[in-house]
């Protein structure tokens, strides 16, 4: 614990301007952000007398170590500027909201040639319409099966599109006239893409145009004795209707509004917004956060805004947004929030009539899930702190492990052996920080080895890192920890394989690992444990305690102990020290299987200096075939756009060293699959089709460790 007057600013250092301020740990991680008008007053209230600060703010500034500030010249900056370093350096002090689900969007990919209305979760996509988002993703279907009738827009996946393309059949949609088929040619791009506007505007809340228009067409087609087509659009016209009644009229049809209500008690705060557009409820979403400084109302709503709009720009962010409190000064909050709309927004409290009344259902939602989520919490709460409490006495550790790092090995028969690293603080996962690594030390089947040299690797940047506070080892170093198939050189790979885009100046930010566990668990038995231990002593390190977890009885093992710790079958700790240790064993099979499947995927192209993806990807299309490939010559290689006749000579020279590979086997038929040749090198197919080393057992998920 830090005394912060150790740390506190000289007077006269610290500007009277506006500016974003960062509170940093012992360990260079930053544990707060905030921003002020006046970055001297501000900070001064944090360097008062202990015994007057809020037991929150009390805890944080004695938990940092040091306090640093970047002047900015207006509070529009400093706004966004503090959303950004929240996004990035995710402080453990700071209000974050917690979405309470990952809500579905009915989404229009209009970036495609011909765009799909799907359902889509996750981040919002570049060139992709979004609606909602919804409670529930049947709610965007039912709607979707509604609309498809009036609207006949692509619904179907890549895959699906293409295949139909290929064989020139529709899909079932195309036959019963719910889709307009555009994969073989019964509508062009231009008129597909027409129609895929006309749904966007439909869900936009245009409707009361589209359907008089309907309803006219309907007239005359009655008038001119055409019934069958009058019939087909009082159909249409009902199936809208119909989809349009599954959204309640709340306000009149032009406003668009997002409706912002908070219920908080002394401990956290629920968020609970309605989104309306063109009178009618389109979605609801909800927020959840722990209160861990003292916060007001006004303040809340300020942050559940930066949340909810920091990413958005457009019609995303409303004409009119509805709080419970303005945020404290309004005008910043209001100019920032104009600027990403691109027009004038109103931040403003509902005074009388629907809006307020529509107000008072959003607070009691609010409400709701504030005591809803205390109910579950209470429980969760109460399971892991003595989940943790138990492996502190089962280990006779000083204090709870709230940071526990668990490494497992996998392999298929000593070919492609790699490692994971899962993180869990307080008993949570915390997946943004788990890592996964290559052995690279040696070749073959050794998990004791292995697990020596990720132990090794790992605390080895941890001691440069408390060393050379805010560097990183020089890209290329063979002692980095980090590797991956899509990081040469060592770079550090997060859970999804996306390589960190290089080591920056900056520091404090959580992909960098110069935080270290309190407890270290290994999925193994005496001799993996003796291996991590091994590696810690050797780097000096003597303030982590290991563990290991072995499958066969679930015994704990310590690193001086001849006998295991056998935990109570009931025990809560030996029920997190499963979680963990399967979490890491999913994380690494996973990885495992990637590579090997990248490897079966390999293919002489692969071997070409210089040939990226999407060069491999045009040759590929141009010529159908490695096969075809490896018979061309030199100027027809030449023909593929972005082929020039150096690298031409290249492939063409790859591809005549290259031994053409056997072709691909069914085990179940026996059938010689010739269209793989190149694909899939020295590789045969099980019965499922999926394909396997030549020579490989039937079973090989017995033989994956």
């Given at each position: 614990?830090?005394?912060?007057?150790?740390?506190?600013?000289?007077?006269?250092?610290?500007?009277?301007?506006?500016?974003?301020?960062?509170?940093?740990?012992?360990?260079?991680?930053?544990?707060?952000?905030?921003?002020?008008?006046?970055?001297?007053?501000?900070?001064?209230?944090?360097?008062?007398?202990?015994?007057?600060?809020?037991?929150?703010?009390?805890?944080?500034?004695?938990?940092?170590?040091?306090?640093?500030?970047?002047?900015?010249?207006?509070?529009?900056?400093?706004?966004?500027?503090?959303?950004?370093?929240?996004?990035?350096?995710?402080?453990?002090?700071?209000?974050?909201?917690?979405?309470?689900?990952?809500?579905?969007?009915?989404?229009?990919?209009?970036?495609?040639?011909?765009?799909?209305?799907?359902?889509?979760?996750?981040?919002?996509?570049?060139?992709?319409?979004?609606?909602?988002?919804?409670?529930?993703?049947?709610?965007?279907?039912?709607?979707?099966?509604?609309?498809?009738?009036?609207?006949?827009?692509?619904?179907?996946?890549?895959?699906?599109?293409?295949?139909?393309?290929?064989?020139?059949?529709?899909?079932?949609?195309?036959?019963?006239?719910?889709?307009?088929?555009?994969?073989?040619?019964?509508?062009?791009?231009?008129?597909?893409?027409?129609?895929?506007?006309?749904?966007?505007?439909?869900?936009?809340?245009?409707?009361?145009?589209?359907?008089?228009?309907?309803?006219?067409?309907?007239?005359?087609?009655?008038?001119?004795?055409?019934?069958?087509?009058?019939?087909?659009?009082?159909?249409?016209?009902?199936?809208?209707?119909?989809?349009?009644?599954?959204?309640?009229?709340?306000?009149?049809?032009?406003?668009?509004?997002?409706?912002?209500?908070?219920?908080?008690?002394?401990?956290?705060?629920?968020?609970?917004?309605?989104?309306?557009?063109?009178?009618?409820?389109?979605?609801?979403?909800?927020?959840?956060?722990?209160?861990?400084?003292?916060?007001?109302?006004?303040?809340?709503?300020?942050?559940?805004?930066?949340?909810?709009?920091?990413?958005?720009?457009?019609?995303?962010?409303?004409?009119?947004?509805?709080?419970?409190?303005?945020?404290?000064?309004?005008?910043?909050?209001?100019?920032?929030?104009?600027?990403?709309?691109?027009?004038?927004?109103?931040?403003?409290?509902?005074?009388?009539?629907?809006?307020?009344?529509?107000?008072?259902?959003?607070?009691?939602?609010?409400?709701?899930?504030?005591?809803?989520?205390?109910?579950?919490?209470?429980?969760?709460?109460?399971?892991?702190?003595?989940?943790?409490?138990?492996?502190?006495?089962?280990?006779?550790?000083?204090?709870?492990?709230?940071?526990?790092?668990?490494?497992?090995?996998?392999?298929?028969?000593?070919?492609?052996?790699?490692?994971?690293?899962?993180?869990?603080?307080?008993?949570?996962?915390?997946?943004?920080?788990?890592?996964?690594?290559?052995?690279?030390?040696?070749?073959?089947?050794?998990?004791?080895?292995?697990?020596?040299?990720?132990?090794?690797?790992r605390f080895r940047r941890y001691l440069a890192e408390k060393?050379?506070?805010?560097?990183?080892?020089?890209?290329?170093?063979?002692?980095?920890?980090?590797?991956?198939?899509?990081?040469?050189g060592g770079a550090d790979v997060h859970p999804d394989g996306?390589?960190?885009?290089?080591?920056?100046?900056?520091?404090?930010?959580?992909?960098?690992?110069?935080?270290?566990?309190?407890?270290?668990?290994?999925?193994?038995?005496?001799?993996?444990?003796?291996?991590?231990?091994?590696?810690?002593?050797?780097?000096?390190?003597?303030?982590?305690?290991?563990?290991?977890?072995?499958?066969?009885?679930?015994?704990?093992?310590?690193?001086?102990?001849?006998?295991?710790?056998?935990?109570?079958?009931?025990?809560?700790?030996?029920?997190?020290?499963?979680?963990?240790?399967?979490?890491?064993?999913?994380?690494?099979?996973?990885?495992?299987?990637?590579?090997?499947?990248?490897?079966?995927?390999?293919?002489?192209?692969?071997?070409?200096?210089?040939?990226?993806?999407?060069?491999?990807?045009?040759?590929?299309?141009?010529?159908?075939?490695?096969?075809?490939?490896?018979?061309?010559?030199?100027?027809?290689?030449?023909?593929?756009?972005?082929?020039?006749?150096?690298?031409?000579?290249?492939?063409?020279?790859?591809?005549?060293?290259?031994?053409?590979?056997?072709?691909?086997?069914?085990?179940?038929?026996?059938?010689?699959?010739?269209?793989?040749?190149?694909?899939?090198?020295?590789?045969?197919?099980?019965?499922?089709g999926e394909p396997v080393p030549a020579g490989a057992p039937?079973?090989?998920?017995?033989?994956?460790?």
């Amino acid at each position: 614990m830090a005394d912060p007057s150790s740390y506190r600013p000289k007077p006269g250092q610290i500007p009277d301007s506006p500016g974003v301020y960062r509170f940093r740990d012992e360990h260079r991680r930053v544990i707060y952000v905030g921003k002020a008008k006046s970055l001297r007053q501000r900070l001064a209230n944090y360097f008062q007398d202990l015994a007057s600060l809020h037991p929150r703010t009390r805890t944080m500034v004695t938990t940092a170590a040091s306090v640093e500030w970047t002047v900015v010249s207006t509070e529009v900056e400093a706004l966004q500027l503090e959303y950004s370093w929240i996004k990035e350096y995710d402080p453990r002090f700071n209000v974050k909201y917690r979405d309470d689900k990952s809500y579905p969007y009915l989404a229009v990919t209009m970036n495609e040639e011909f765009p799909r209305v799907q359902v889509m979760r996750g981040h919002k996509k570049k060139g992709v319409r979004y609606f909602g988002p919804y409670g529930h993703a049947w709610a965007i279907r039912d709607t979707v099966d509604l609309l498809l009738r009036v609207f006949p827009v692509r619904t179907c996946s890549a895959g699906v599109f293409k295949n139909a393309t290929r064989t020139g059949r529709p899909c079932l949609l195309g036959y019963i006239g719910k889709c307009s088929a555009p994969c073989v040619g019964r509508i062009d791009p231009e008129d597909h893409r027409e129609l895929a506007d006309e749904f966007c505007d439909f869900m936009a809340g245009r409707t009361g145009t589209y359907l008089r228009r309907l309803e006219n067409r309907m007239t005359e087609a009655a008038e001119e004795m055409e019934y069958e087509r009058a019939a087909r659009l009082r159909d249409d016209i009902g199936a809208l209707k119909k989809a349009m009644e599954k959204n309640a009229v709340v306000l009149a049809d032009a406003t668009d509004a997002d409706l912002v209500a908070v219920a908080e008690d002394e401990l956290e705060a629920a968020v609970q917004i309605f989104h309306v557009r063109g009178g009618r409820v389109r979605g609801q979403r909800g927020w959840v956060t722990d209160k861990v400084e003292e916060i007001t109302t006004a303040a809340l709503v300020e942050h559940a805004l930066q949340q909810l709009y920091g990413e958005e720009t457009g019609d995303a962010v409303p004409r009119e947004v509805l709080v419970p409190a303005l945020p404290d000064p309004l005008e910043p909050v209001q100019e920032w929030l104009t600027g990403r709309r691109g027009s004038n927004v109103s931040l403003r409290i509902p005074q009388r009539g629907d809006k307020k009344a529509l107000m008072e259902t959003v607070a009691r939602n609010a409400q709701q899930a504030l005591a809803l989520h205390k109910t579950k919490r209470a429980s969760d709460l109460t399971t892991r702190s003595r989940a943790l409490e138990e492996i502190a006495d089962a280990l006779d550790l000083d204090s709870a492990p709230l940071r526990i790092e668990c490494y497992d090995i996998s392999h298929l028969q000593g070919d492609d052996v790699v490692a994971s690293m899962v993180v869990f603080e307080d008993g949570l996962q915390r997946k943004n920080e788990y890592r996964r690594f290559q052995i690279k030390g040696f070749a073959g089947q050794d998990d004791v080895r292995s697990m020596h040299e990720v132990i090794t690797r790992r605390f080895r940047r941890y001691l440069a890192e408390k060393e050379k506070t805010g560097e990183w080892a020089e890209e290329g170093d063979a002692e980095s920890p980090f590797t991956g198939a899509d990081a040469p050189g060592g770079a550090d790979v997060h859970p999804d394989g996306a390589p960190v885009n290089g080591f920056k100046d900056e520091d404090g930010r959580p992909k960098k690992f110069a935080y270290p566990p309190q407890l270290v668990v290994v999925d193994g038995g005496r001799p993996q444990v003796a291996a991590a231990k091994r590696a810690l002593d050797e780097l000096g390190i003597d303030d982590i305690a290991v563990c290991g977890l072995a499958k066969r009885l679930e015994e704990v093992w310590l690193p001086e102990d001849e006998d295991p710790v056998v935990l109570p079958r009931t025990s809560e700790g030996l029920y997190l020290l499963q979680r963990v240790r399967d979490e890491a064993h999913r994380f690494a099979i996973t990885y495992q299987r990637t590579r090997r499947a990248k490897r079966f995927r390999a293919g002489p192209l692969d071997d070409v200096p210089g040939l990226g993806e999407t060069r491999k990807q045009a040759l590929l299309k141009h010529f159908g075939s490695v096969k075809k490939l490896r018979s061309a010559t030199i100027e027809q290689i030449q023909e593929v756009p972005g082929i020039g006749r150096k690298t031409a000579e290249t492939i063409a020279a790859a591809l005549a060293q290259a031994a053409p590979a056997a072709p691909a086997v069914n085990t179940a038929t026996g059938e010689i699959m010739d269209d793989r040749e190149d694909e899939a090198p020295e590789t045969t197919a099980d019965a499922s089709g999926e394909p396997v080393p030549a020579g490989a057992p039937d079973d090989r998920r017995g033989q994956e460790r």
